[in-house]
């Protein structure tokens, strides 16, 4: 059998399945571990397909960093200070999801996100429950709480109370997603999940009436026929390391050179698609060059290549990268004095390419039109010494006139700084997992998690740290929870 994840395999055509389960699970990150463990939870037997030769995807990749909130606070949050409304939750959820933000995956997730938390920790995932103050993408320490995204500046504080929800993984430096994946791995395991790995899923099967009833799955050197009574759960990522997908679809990545994923090739997106599938935002993508720390930096101004500024710095590193990348040409700059100059973290790959007396000096050296740059400087310079910013509204905490020379520019440049990403694009689903077709009705037997489809995170320019692995853990366990209550109710209809 020769089969194509673009085309679906016609149930008529199986002459014997090799396999039969209750559930299929095609992914074994964060969001395929959470459906597989809730579906066996629920009553189903669940079989998860995971294409290499271990658990992980780019869950395992990430800081481990959900964002949670809501209900009053976790007690992370309340341990520290804080609290944190569930409309607060909700208000920036819809904001960072962008135009069309989806309502009602929003709203319940803001409902339930202090359960979420509790859930977590039942599962023996640890926090520390200690805040880090400032800004930080990520602890260095084995400290939970963070503000990891734009909470506190302009536009979100105006229609949000800000709060920290960044909750990380205790686990001491960078990279904690491999102890979450590990911990829920070890849960699904022990609910019963079979786990299969190096079973590369190649195509659904559907039958007559267009439910999805199966799979095929390329394992030990040949094609095998599954067959999913209930209903078959992609979980398989993105398509950030599909180069022809990213080209088709959201060809603006392309300018950034450094896809975060393991395959994320995008076959449960081709896969969907085969059924009838429809996917949304497919040219949304997260991307950032880590900027900071240190935060002193975030004194300073950004400016394009017309020297002029186009964001507030105070906001989320992935914010005001995805803004960089939309700027004109394939450079911009950060404008330092010396009381605030510093280098960016070695891995930004950014380099101090200007340095002068004057900002008339550093607009010569890097070859601006004379009064361009330095007029964007001595405008903000005068705002700022008054404690304003008119034009981008940074917080008045970060304002600081650029006037103790020397001055220095920093030049970020897409062709050589360091500009990870992953798409944010994918299968529409309803919050219980549904796969939606082009018609917007569920088809029958087909759910999906995470970043293989457009869940909370669904906007670039509006991302924060932690919501893929919030959407990816809590959206899995409602894929899992709907297709194992699926299969029940077929059971019982059919006694």
Same mark, same amino acid.
């Given at each position: 059998?020769?089969?194509?994840? *673009?085309?679906?395999?016609?149930?008529? *055509?199986?002459?014997?399945?090799? +396999?039969?389960? %209750?559930?299929?699970?095609?992914?074994?990150?964060?969001?395929?571990?959470?459906?597989?463990?809730?579906?066996?939870?629920?009553?189903?037997?669940?079989?998860?397909?995971?294409?290499?030769?271990?658990?992980?995807?780019?869950?395992?990749?990430?800081?481990?960093?959900? &964002?949670?909130?809501?209900? =009053?606070?976790?007690?992370?949050?309340?341990?520290?200070?804080?609290?944190?409304?569930?409309?607060?939750?909700?208000? &920036?959820?819809?904001?960072?999801?962008?135009?069309?933000?989806?309502?009602?995956?929003?709203?319940?997730?803001?409902?339930?996100?202090?359960? +979420?938390? #509790?859930?977590?920790?039942? $599962?023996?995932?640890?926090?520390?429950g200690t805040y880090v103050p400032g800004k930080v993408i990520e602890p260095e320490t084995d400290d939970t709480l963070i503000y990891s995204g734009s909470e506190e500046a302009w536009p979100f504080s105006e229609k949000a109370k800000p709060a920290p929800r960044g909750h990380v993984i205790q686990y001491m430096g960078w990279g904690g997603g491999r102890l979450l994946v590990d911990t829920l791995e070890a849960r699904a395991r022990e609910a019963g999940v079979d786990v299969h790995i190096d079973a590369r899923a190649r195509a659904l099967v559907r039958d007559e009436d267009g439910t999805v009833v199966g799979l095929i799955v390329r394992e030990d050197g040949r094609e095998k026929a599954v067959r999913a009574r209930r209903g078959v759960v992609l979980a398989t990522g993105g398509f950030c390391m599909n180069r022809e997908m990213v080209r088709l679809h959201a060809p603006t990545a392309l300018r950034c050179d450094s896809p975060i994923g393991t395959?994320? %090739?995008?076959?449960?997106?081709?896969?969907?698609?085969?059924?009838?599938?429809?996917?949304?935002?497919?040219? $949304?993508?997260?991307?950032?060059?880590?900027?900071?720390?240190?935060? !002193?930096?975030?004194?300073?101004?950004?400016?394009?290549?017309?020297?002029?500024?186009?964001?507030?710095? %105070?906001?989320? +590193?992935?914010?005001?990268?995805?803004?960089?990348? %939309?700027?004109?040409?394939?450079?911009?700059?950060?404008?330092?004095?010396?009381?605030?100059?510093?280098?960016?973290?070695?891995?930004?790959?950014?380099?101090?390419?200007?340095?002068?007396?004057?900002? #008339?000096?550093?607009?010569?050296?890097?070859?601006?039109?004379p009064g361009t740059l330095a007029t964007s400087v001595a405008q903000y310079n005068a705002h700022a010494a008054g404690g304003v910013d008119p034009m981008w509204h940074k917080a008045p905490k970060w304002l600081k006139p650029l006037d103790e020379p020397p001055f220095a520019a920093l030049e970020f440049d897409l062709d050589s700084s360091y500009f990870s990403f992953f798409t944010l694009g994918g299968l529409e689903t309803l919050p219980t997992g549904e796969v939606l077709d082009m018609r917007?009705?569920?088809?029958?037997?087909?759910?999906?998690? /995470?970043?293989?489809?457009?869940?909370?995170?669904?906007?670039?320019?509006?991302? *924060?740290?932690?919501? *893929?692995?919030?959407?990816?853990?809590?959206? =899995?366990?409602?894929? /899992?929870? !709907?297709?194992a209550a699926r299969g029940a109710d077929t059971a019982l209809a059919a006694e």
């Open positions: 059998m020769t089969t194509d994840p *673009s085309r679906a395999v016609a149930a008529g *055509s199986i002459a014997q399945w090799d +396999h039969e389960t %209750d559930v299929a699970v095609i992914g074994f990150g964060a969001a395929g571990a959470c459906a597989a463990l809730e579906a066996a939870r629920g009553g189903a037997t669940v079989t998860l397909y995971e294409a290499s030769s271990g658990s992980g995807g780019a869950s395992a990749m990430s800081g481990g960093e959900i &964002y949670l909130g809501g209900s =009053g606070g976790t007690p992370a949050q309340r341990d520290a200070g804080f609290t944190d409304a569930t409309e607060d939750l909700e208000a &920036y959820l819809m904001m960072a999801g962008g135009p069309d933000a989806d309502a009602a995956k929003v709203g319940l997730y803001a409902r339930e996100s202090l359960a +979420h938390y #509790e859930w977590l920790v039942a $599962q023996g995932v640890p926090y520390k395959i994320d %090739d995008g076959v449960g997106i081709l896969m969907g698609q085969s059924v009838g599938a429809r996917t949304i935002h497919m040219d $949304q993508f997260f991307t950032t060059c880590p900027w900071y720390p240190p935060e !002193s930096l975030v004194k300073g101004i950004f400016v394009n290549a017309a020297g002029q500024r186009f964001i507030n710095e %105070d906001c989320y +590193h992935g914010r005001v990268s995805r803004t960089i990348v %939309d700027q004109p040409g394939k450079k911009v700059w950060l404008l330092v004095d010396n009381a605030i100059f510093a280098r960016p973290m070695e891995l930004a790959r950014v380099d101090l390419t200007a340095v002068g007396e004057t900002w #008339e000096e550093v607009e010569a050296e890097l070859g601006f039109v917007g009705e569920a088809i029958p037997g087909l759910y999906a998690a /995470g970043r293989v489809t457009c869940g909370l995170p669904r906007w670039g320019a509006g991302y *924060s740290s932690g919501m *893929s692995l919030a959407d990816c853990t809590f959206f =899995g366990r409602m894929a /899992g929870k !709907s297709v």
